[in-house]
């Protein structure tokens, strides 16, 4: 039997995911449109991004309105992207994943850690959307994280009382971010853009610790590399193209997460 607590974070998520396509899409309009008024991120009615009609809220139903409508606008009857439906049944997986797999128990400290987690990770959702489609990381997005993993490293030490955590943190934030940023000088930021050297100090500061961030660094190259093998076989991927690299580095910052602590130790027994 499915617990109550996994249906209602899978609906939480199909909701989120809504938000994270809202978001995507109005902060690359007000990146765009310069001599129109601007859109706020968590204000106004959404629309249609072919004919800009406002949507009403039997058009704004997570999943079911775009099923219902089978894709299409209700209103210029264009198709609206699958990008939408996918987006929100991942968030709502990965929410529930969360659920399952969460490391920090289910007292009152373990819930507001969860809940925590669930707006980094709807956020970190938003940034690998924008990056896969305009290979771009927006730094308004990246600001908007900083706030909520310093609390959640903050939560963290306290619950666990173990304050060399927070050097743990620290050291994170400056080897990762540190090695991207001498990455982003040493090539004139031809292999990186600045939008990944924040993000690498951000996802440092979120996974803590050298070993956690060089695996992390692993995990995105090996992730990055096997996915882009089919394109490069197909042809689709020329030696001049850009791949972007942030959704890669926030797979594995979510791996690390969540595993990285057994992954290390499973290591360590190797040697």
Not at 163 to 192: D, E, H, M, P
Not at 199 to 204: A, P, R, S, T
């Amino acid at each position: 039997m499915v617990d109550l607590e996994i249906v209602l974070l899978f609906f939480l998520g199909l909701v989120f995911g809504s938000f994270i396509n809202a978001l995507v899409y109005r902060v690359k309009y007000n990146s765009v449109k310069k001599n129109i008024p601007k859109l706020s991120i968590v204000n106004g009615r959404s629309i249609c991004p072919n004919c800009k009609h406002q949507l009403q809220s039997i058009d704004l139903i997570p999943l079911l309105s775009w099923i219902f409508l089978r894709g299409k606008c209700r209103y210029c009857h264009k198709s609206i992207s699958i990008q939408y439906p996918l987006v929100e049944i991942v968030t709502a997986l990965l929410f529930v994943f969360s659920f399952i797999y969460w490391k920090n128990g289910f007292n009152l400290g373990g819930y507001v850690e969860l809940a925590i987690w669930l707006l980094i990770l709807t956020l970190l959702i938003s940034l690998a959307i924008y990056d896969i489609r305009w290979k771009i990381i927006p730094t308004k997005i990246i600001y908007l994280i900083y706030p909520l993993v310093i609390a959640n490293d903050l939560i963290n030490i306290y619950i666990s009382k173990d304050f060399f955590l927070f050097l743990g943190y620290l050291l994170g934030f400056l080897i990762l971010g540190g090695l991207f940023y001498l990455l982003f000088q040493i090539s004139s930021g031809k292999w990186i853009g600045g939008g990944d050297v924040r993000l690498g100090f951000l996802l440092g500061l979120l996974v803590g610790g050298p070993l956690s961030s060089i695996l992390l660094l692993f995990l995105a190259s090996v992730i990055g590399t096997i996915s882009s093998i089919p394109f490069v076989l197909s042809g689709r991927l020329k030696k001049k193209s850009t791949i972007p690299f942030g959704p890669f580095l926030i797979i594995g910052a979510m791996i690390v997460y969540f595993f990285g602590t057994q992954i290390i130790n499973w290591y360590k027994s190797k040697l």
